[in-house]
């Protein structure tokens, strides 16, 4: 059990659940449908019978039928004298499809390269010969990339010098790795649901437990229940996305991210946070970074080049305290021998054009936001949309919890998506769709045609007890 709800706050998310007979099915099927949207978390533990027959005003027995019912269905485990706990629910995505010539690939979260990146490349290769006179094997970094890093993170307010900063191939790398440095079989680690699927894998992989912290477009982080998560699980690591949070689109407040730096450092968690989308601001406005405060020897910090520049340019960093670099450094050759040279070169020479890279991708990213808007207010009106002001994806709200059904469906019909399941820690999420909006505005148009054309077919073939549950909450 990593949090509890209340009879109060539970009635409050149910909503007008009675609309049909019986009502114990009624009240099981709101409580499932809280648990497929992720809006009831994992772990949680539900109020006593009693305590909730009192707050909905109906009887013990009914509320005692309803937890049967969801015991049953593999939604809720009931012990003894422990009460009644919400159950992670299996992984339904669909996942990843190979992409084929004509389809329209919106799996990856990516834009095109910058313009002026090939450029930039024919340049670095006329200084080939002094590049393959180095040895090529650095796991740390060439000293003027991570000089370049560095004057990067002073530039927004945040002290670093080259020694805090070691080169990464990619963003997914230095995840892998600190994974592998900071966690042991069986560690807690704190991370956002839903998030960045792949961060999940790695801390999976390393034999940690995910404790998830529900973030949602309207609401942001849920900070009642981050706070029981720190103090009941006491997590070694947190993993966040505090700007433009993927899939979400959301960023963090000023008091969210003092809530998150305070919890931690009375855990002594390592707050690692994901700067990858951090530079991709539409028309949101420069926030301070927050996390200055407290431990830094709490607080890392993860970037790369992957959303801005392009995918393909395999660079990313950590920015840590000194003492844990040398430790990254030490650890690092059982994952990798270092980062490519040329890689390195390319990077070091493109950062000090990277304004001009940030706005170009603004007016790209703005595009193709824009476009998608449009479409879908035009021709699925009945999903609800939010506004993102930075990033790359809209998280969708669907009008029917069909996301996997929907998105095999439209693979036939040559579109490429990964279903809101994927991006969850301990499943749901399942009324959710994540749409990149890094295509070009044309691709994402027919994107949305296709959906459009797509979701009465999926909705109308749903089972009856999908097509009631979304009765009981409209």
Not at 164 to 189: C, F, K, N, W, Y
């Amino acid at each position: 059990m990593d949090s509890r709800i209340s009879a109060r706050a539970l009635s409050a998310a149910l909503g007008g659940w009675r609309t049909r007979e019986p009502a114990y099915e009624a009240l099981a099927d709101g409580i499932r449908l809280l648990c497929l949207d992720n809006r009831l978390a994992p772990r949680t533990a539900l109020p006593a019978e009693r305590e909730l027959s009192a707050g909905l005003r109906v009887s013990r027995s009914t509320v005692a039928a309803a937890y049967r019912s969801l015991r049953e269905s593999g939604h809720i485990a009931s012990t003894r004298g422990s009460g009644s706990v919400t159950l992670p629910l299996r992984r339904r995505d669909p996942g990843r499809a190979p992409s084929t010539e004509g389809a329209v690939d919106l799996q990856q979260a990516s834009p095109p390269a910058w313009p002026g990146l090939a450029g930039v490349v024919a340049e670095v290769a006329q200084s080939a010969a002094a590049l393959v006179s180095r040895v090529g094997y650095d796991v740390l970094g060439r000293t003027e990339l991570r000089e370049a890093i560095a004057a990067r993170y002073r530039d927004r307010g945040i002290p670093t010098s080259a020694g805090e900063v070691i080169v990464t191939t990619g963003a997914q790398s230095a995840i892998h790795l600190l994974a592998a440095v900071l966690l042991g079989r069986g560690d807690r680690v704190l991370i956002e649901t839903p998030t960045y699927p792949h961060a999940a894998d790695a801390f999976r992989r390393a034999g940690s437990r995910l404790v998830g912290v529900p973030v949602t477009t309207d609401d942001g982080w849920d900070l009642d229940r981050a706070e029981q998560a720190f103090a009941r699980t006491l997590p070694v690591l947190g993993y966040l996305m505090p700007d433009f949070q993927n899939p979400t689109g959301r960023s963090m407040t000023e008091i969210d991210r003092t809530a998150f730096a305070r919890a931690a450092d009375r855990t002594g968690t390592v707050l690692v946070l994901d700067e990858t989308t951090a530079d991709l601001d539409i028309d949101r406005g420069a926030l301070s970074p927050g996390f200055l405060d407290g431990d830094p020897a709490l607080t890392v910090r993860v970037g790369s080049l992957g959303k801005t520049v392009w995918g393909g340019l395999r660079i990313g960093w950590i920015r840590a305290e000194a003492d844990l670099i040398r430790r990254l450094v030490a650890a690092r050759p059982a994952q990798d021998l270092g980062t490519p040279e040329f890689e390195q070169a390319v990077a070091a020479a493109v950062l000090p054009e990277y304004a001009a890279v940030v706005a170009q991708r603004s007016r790209v990213l703005r595009a193709g936001r824009d476009a998608v808007l449009t479409a879908l207010a035009a021709d699925l009106p009945e999903w609800r949309v939010p506004r993102t002001h930075g990033g790359v994806s809209l998280w969708l709200e669907l009008d029917a919890p069909l996301s996997s059904a929907l998105v095999m469906d439209v693979r036939s019909r040559g579109l490429l998506l990964s279903a809101g399941p994927r991006f969850s820690v301990d499943g749901g999420h399942d009324r959710h769709l994540r749409i990149p909006f890094t295509g070009s505005p044309d691709e994402l148009v027919r994107a949305v045609s296709i959906l459009a054309e797509a979701w009465p077919r999926v909705r109308g073939g749903a089972p009856v007890s999908i097509v009631d549950q979304l009765d009981s909450v409209v």
